[in-house]
């Protein structure tokens, strides 16, 4: 189910003109935020490279089976069977699984505001705009404030009753060690659990309202086939137990990070049984794909903040339409090439900062390749030169 609303706004040439200067400083501002957005990721990166390469080195394989005092403060590896004595229960649901953290989800039922802006150019650079807001209906876990839609009538989300929550086995152990809470939580909960009829009927009394359960969820409404503003829709999932891999500082029978000397902190956590190599080159995944998408949002940013300094001379040109969408194509392309030449460009300045050694490796490789190629290219014109002409056949 949705409905729309239309709304129609004029801009004059003038204000837009004033609105552009005024983006000009934003501009500035976003590409000098992600220049040094993309310095420090840099800096970042080759730190977590060097802690992981340093704990790398470091660390050691320990059997679960004891906790040796000796390893005290040292980064340690261990794999083995983690269970809680205690299983993790919610109260307010009256659900309990055995394993070793339990996730509840809630999602209500609720209106949410799209908005889809359609902008025409006019002779003389004003603008019109056609705002359309279109309220549909929607499960979410979040709730969405009704108050700040365009229009409210009709569109009124209640108070979310119930939030998601999580809640954690009691007695957790690993062999002879005690993992705490920050262990716990690091594992994904993965696994369904299902509710049925019988714990729905449970339930009942406790709840405001009709209660049912519906595909393995509890659903509070009258009919999960046609939901209600309002509705709730009530699910689990659980972190279960069984093996589970762990590097960290051996604190006591617990685990802490590890403080490195390279600056991060070094605490990781997988489900199943995982050797300490595969632990590492895991994490060092991890960093590089950070690293790039780090990198490709910072790109963007400038990409952004140089069509936004360029903006007042397209909104100029829009007197003309045409001439004004002509010269927006071609602001778009000289921020594009501005942004392919700085974002590199201070990368290749923050290796030089970061990792020297490196950056002049690469840059002594890279003019190799460039002589090697132009030695070749003389050659073969060279080669062309020489050779004789074939004589035309009689």
Same mark, same amino acid.
């Given at each position: 189910?949705?409905?729309?609303?239309?709304?129609?706004?004029?801009?004059?040439?003038?204000?837009?003109?004033?609105?552009?200067?005024?983006?000009?400083?934003?501009?500035?501002?976003?590409?000098?935020?992600?220049?040094?957005?993309?310095?420090?990721?840099?800096?970042?990166?080759?730190? @977590?490279?060097?802690?992981?390469?340093?704990?790398?080195?470091?660390?050691?394989?320990?059997?679960?089976?004891?906790?040796?005092?000796?390893?005290?403060?040292?980064?340690?590896?261990?794999?083995?069977?983690?269970?809680?004595?205690?299983?993790?229960?919610?109260?307010?649901?009256?659900?309990?699984?055995?394993?070793?953290?339990?996730?509840?989800?809630?999602?209500?039922?609720?209106?949410?505001?799209?908005?889809?802006?359609?902008?025409?150019?006019?002779?003389?650079?004003?603008?019109?705009?056609? @705002?359309?807001?279109?309220?549909?209906?929607?499960?979410?876990?979040?709730?969405?404030?009704?108050?700040?839609?365009?229009?409210?009538?009709?569109?009124?989300?209640?108070?979310?009753?119930?939030?998601?929550?999580?809640?954690?086995?009691?007695?957790?152990?690993?062999?002879?060690?005690?993992?705490?809470?920050?262990?716990?939580?690091?594992?994904?909960?993965?696994?369904?659990?299902?509710?049925?009829?019988?714990?729905?009927?449970?339930?009942?009394? /406790?709840?405001?309202?009709?209660?049912?359960?519906?595909?393995?969820?509890?659903?509070?409404?009258?009919?999960?086939?046609?939901?209600?503003?309002?509705?709730?829709?009530?699910?689990?999932?659980? *972190?279960?137990?069984?093996?589970?891999?762990?590097?960290?500082?051996?604190?006591?029978?617990?685990?802490?990070?590890?403080?490195?000397?390279?600056?991060?902190?070094?605490?990781?956590? /997988?489900?199943?049984?995982?050797?300490?190599?595969?632990?590492?080159?895991?994490?060092?995944?991890?960093?590089?794909?950070?690293?790039?998408?780090?990198?490709?949002?910072?790109?963007?940013?400038?990409?952004?903040?140089?069509?936004?300094?360029?903006?007042?001379?397209?909104?100029?040109?829009?007197?003309?339409?045409?001439?004004?969408?002509?010269?927006?194509?071609?602001?778009?392309?000289?921020?594009?090439? *501005?942004?392919?030449?700085?974002?590199?460009?201070?990368?290749?300045?923050?290796?030089?900062?970061?990792?020297?050694?490196?950056?002049?490796?690469?840059?002594?490789?890279?003019?190799?390749?460039?002589?090697?190629?132009?030695?070749?290219?003389? /050659?073969?014109?060279?080669?062309?030169?020489?050779?004789?002409?074939?004589?035309?056949?009689?």
């Amino acid at each position: 189910m949705s409905d729309t609303y239309t709304e129609t706004t004029q801009k004059g040439w003038t204000t837009r003109i004033g609105e552009s200067i005024k983006g000009v400083v934003t501009g500035f501002v976003l590409v000098a935020l992600s220049g040094f957005g993309l310095f420090w990721n840099e800096g970042r990166a080759v730190q @977590t490279e060097k802690s992981l390469a340093e704990g790398a080195a470091l660390v050691i394989t320990v059997d679960a089976s004891r906790v040796d005092p000796a390893n005290e403060g040292k980064l340690v590896h261990v794999t083995g069977e983690m269970k809680a004595g205690v299983k993790p229960s919610d109260p307010e649901f009256g659900v309990s699984a055995e394993g070793l953290r339990l996730v509840r989800t809630a999602e209500m039922y609720q209106w949410r505001e799209e908005k889809k802006t359609e902008t025409k150019k006019n002779v003389g650079g004003s603008e019109e705009t056609v @705002t359309t807001y279109s309220y549909v209906q929607v499960w979410s876990e979040s709730p969405i404030d009704s108050r700040e839609f365009k229009v409210t009538e009709g569109h009124v989300n209640p108070q979310m009753r119930y939030r998601s929550a999580g809640f954690l086995g009691r007695d957790v152990t690993l062999g002879a060690f005690r993992p705490g809470e920050p262990i716990v939580r690091a594992l994904p909960a993965s696994q369904q659990v299902r509710v049925d009829a019988a714990m729905a009927e449970a339930l009942r009394p /406790r709840m405001n309202g009709p209660v049912q359960a519906n595909d393995g969820v509890f659903y509070l409404g009258a009919d999960p086939s046609q939901p209600r503003i309002g509705d709730f829709r009530i699910s689990f999932q659980l *972190a279960p137990a069984g093996p589970v891999s762990i590097v960290g500082r051996q604190s006591g029978s617990d685990f802490a990070e590890y403080q490195t000397s390279a600056g991060d902190k070094l605490l990781m956590v /997988r489900p199943g049984t995982m050797s300490a190599a595969e632990m590492f080159k895991a994490a060092e995944s991890e960093n590089t794909a950070l690293t790039w998408l780090i990198r490709g949002v910072g790109a963007l940013v400038m990409f952004f903040g140089f069509q936004m300094i360029l903006n007042p001379l397209v909104v100029v040109a829009d007197v003309v339409p045409l001439i004004g969408s002509l010269l927006g194509a071609g602001a778009s392309l000289v921020s594009l090439a *501005a942004t392919a030449v700085l974002a590199p460009l201070v990368i290749a300045i923050a290796w030089f900062w970061y990792r020297p050694v490196a950056a002049v490796i690469l840059v002594l490789a890279g003019l190799a390749v460039a002589f090697g190629l132009r030695t070749l290219a003389k /050659r073969k014109a060279a080669m062309r030169q020489t050779t004789p002409a074939t004589p035309a056949p009689a």
